[in-house]
């Protein structure tokens, strides 16, 4: 009889689990009652859209000296951010259409808690929400063909790099808020800072030249003191004292130019681009002392943040063949960048000798990416070595992970779909991890397990745990009190 009741609850419940999973199959209010009888109404147009919640938590409990940077670690809450994303588009004619992409960000982190140690909101307010016009209007632009040439004029992203790191990425800036970047990260096209430009394309054969005209400059957004993620190791001394930030004006001898050659012959494409461009982030140049009042130390050193000019050139190779009895496809990727500006950490201060702190160097940076399968497709796996080698560089460093003559990582990527599940389940398991030229040196490793369920063509949900370790002044191991527990849910209409 209790084996029968027992069924019988198991049933039921089955029964009102599918029932759910109907109804939510078909949940879409926005776009059933708001934006599917716009497009309806306005043929011409075409709205869509997303609601996105991504929160995480730390795990570890409160920590008040966390690195050299002694960061007051008394938060949970890492980010509950909520991203509102509106896209349009609006045909002219059959070869011409305009389109814009909308962001409104809020993470309610800083209102969840009463923290000491995260007090970026008040530093900077993009660390809260989204406030000026460059950030809500993310993207606005006209695309158009006319015979062979490929039009998209105004503010957009182009993608050069096709690997899951951003090695011949280099057009668009990033926003690392969530410092130190992921390689790994799927939501680049999120991460990237639209630029104002003209980019045209010839396509002829097999062949393809695109051409950038970018009279925007928009440095790249890192941590702000106080974040979250505000790097552990960096400790700002007292006497520093930084002036305005020497930026690109918007005079025609400062544009940015960019020109790429692609090639495509049976299983083989190729790439060659070169790039006229500015630093994406400032380095800061030792200037001057000068006197200041007692409360604020007697003495000052003036640092100058300064975008400094660069040339890039760099190549992509892509195929695919059989091999192991399973298929490959394999992506190569370098960037050699000339003029790089480090900053170092042995040159003089004294104050009848100020060294500017700094040395130019050329760098290259170098990815492979091998991508195969197994059990009929179900597991995908990502192999990528990273190799990034600062030529001649024989300074002291400034900071770890940034200014190592040598530096080698790699990146690995299991990604596991279920058959049974009709493939709405999903686990990805990655891992990035960096050393350098120094045996006693390790950068550190980042983790980051992901459990994917897709409860409908609108709504997909996740929850992940991500995890460091490392040595403690690494890139990766400073963050080893960080690890977090997060969920991320997504309504699109």
Known sequence: ???????AAAFSLLGTLSKL????SEFNPIGHHLVDPINEAVPRLHLKGYIRLDATFNVHGDDHSIGSGHIKKDWRAQKIEWLIKLE???KLNDNWEICAITHFLYDTAYDWQHSRGLYADRVNR????YHRGEQILRE??????????????????VVWGKMEGRVLDIVNPDDLRENPPAYWQGDYEYRRIPLWMANVTYHWSDYSLQLLWIPDFEEGYGPTPGAAYFPPFVDIPSIAAFDDSDKPSHAFKDHQWGLRFNATKGRWEYSLVYFYTWSHSATNFKRYYRIVSPQDGFINLVLEPKHTRLHQLGG???TSFYWLGRHWVVTNEIVYTMNRYYSVDDESILPWNVQDGVVKRDDIFFGSRWMTNFFGGELNVIVQPLVKYIIGFDHSLYMPGTNQ????GALLVFSKSYEFTADRLNTTYYMLGFANAHPSENEGWRHLLEVRWKVSDYISTMLYYEWYNGDQMGIYGAYNKYDNVGMYIKYEF
């Open 1 to 7: 009889m209790c084996c029968t009741i027992s069924t």
């Open 21 to 24: 999973d109907a109804s939510l």
């Open 88 to 90: 349009g588009s609006y």
């Open 126 to 129: 993009t660390s809260h929400y």
């Open 140 to 157: 606005f632009y006209l695309k158009g063909f006319w015979g062979n040439f490929d039009f998209y004029l105004g503010k957009q992203q």
């Open 316 to 318: 992509n190779v892509e």
């Open 405 to 408: 003559e040598l530096m080698y």
